[in-house]
């Protein structure tokens, strides 16, 4: 019988392995699992969220969901005017422009263009930088509004929503007495949940390509001939980028 074993493998010894059946590298492989990992993570907190969104009724007890285009209204520095989601979009603009950047350091990276590398990497890093800015800001008047793990203020009565629906984009808007009551506990408490582990998966995003940029900057890669810790940084960026559209989904426009 013909022996059809390449050549290249046959002098390999008998548990060398072979050829990986994949055309990724091990730390790639491993940068996948743990994001399939992280997204069963993030499924189940949003799932949760659908279910307490969706199996909400009004009672003695609890109230209607909250709308979020009566809640994340403010901007920085245009305080009482109504600027429904507008500040949130921003946000999400500028962390999709972050994986933009990424994308291009990995092209440049491909091309072993140590010097776009560092510059598109910066970029990234400011980008995220920015968001987590965002995000605190928003947390801030998110607390300063009433939020709370255990409760808020985001029930909006009869009266409220009658207020609500009397004015227009831009226009300046100021919550009367009696145009809110307690809302749902869960609203708050899995807003602040979702939101900060993401955030915190933001944070520990700039700090990995902050150490990226320095090995860049360093010559670490051109060393090593290759320059994939830049992709595998890449695919955990893209990764926290994708999972913030859907948070924005499930906890802004649903």
Same mark, same amino acid.
């Given at each position: ?13 008998? @548990? ?45 007890? /609890?109230? $209607? ?14 305080? %009482? ?6 500040? $949130?979009? $921003? ?7 972050? &994986?933009?950047?990424? *994308? ?8 072993? &263009?140590?010097?776009? $590398?560092? /510059?598109?990497? =910066?970029?990234?890093?400011? %980008? ?14 998110? =607390?300063?509004? %009433?939020?709370? !793990? ?16 009397? *004015? ?11 145009? #809110? ?12 949940? *979702? ?11 700039? *700090? =990995? ?8 900057? #360093? %010559?670490?890669?051109?060393? #090593? ?9 890449? !695919? ?7 999972? @913030? ?10």
């Amino acid at each position: 019988m013909a022996n059809h074993t390449p050549a290249a493998f046959e002098n390999q010894p008998m @548990w060398a392995g072979g050829r990986s059946p994949f055309n990724v590298s091990y730390g790639k492989l491993m940068m996948w699992i743990f994001l399939l990992s992280d997204a069963f993570t993030f499924s189940s907190l949003l799932v949760q969220y659908g279910a307490q969104r969706f199996s909400n009724v009004e009672t003695a007890v /609890t109230t $209607v969901w909250p709308d979020p285009a009566s809640i994340f209204n403010h901007f920085p520095f245009m305080h %009482g005017l109504h600027l429904p989601l507008l500040f $949130v979009s $921003v946000m999400t603009f500028i962390l999709i422009m972050s &994986s933009v950047t990424m *994308v291009l350091a990995v092209e440049a990276g491909h091309r072993k &263009s140590k010097k776009e $590398v560092q /510059t598109y990497m =910066i970029y990234t890093i400011i %980008g995220g930088v920015m968001f987590l800015s965002c995000q605190a800001w928003e947390w801030y008047t998110f =607390i300063h509004e %009433g939020a709370r !793990l255990y409760g808020n203020t985001f029930g909006i009565t009869e009266q409220g929503y009658n207020h609500l629906h009397s *004015v227009g984009f831009a226009d300046h808007f100021e919550w009367a007495p009696g145009d #809110r009551t307690d809302g749902p506990v869960p609203f708050a408490a899995l807003f602040f949940i *979702v939101t900060g582990f993401h955030g915190f998966h933001v944070f520990s995003g700039v *700090v =990995i390509n902050v150490v990226v940029y320095i090995m860049t900057v #360093r %010559g670490v890669f051109e060393r #090593r001939g290759h320059y994939e810790m830049i992709e595998k940084a890449g !695919l955990y960026w893209h990764f926290v980028d994708l999972v @913030w559209v859907f948070v924005f989904t499930f906890f802004y426009l649903i």
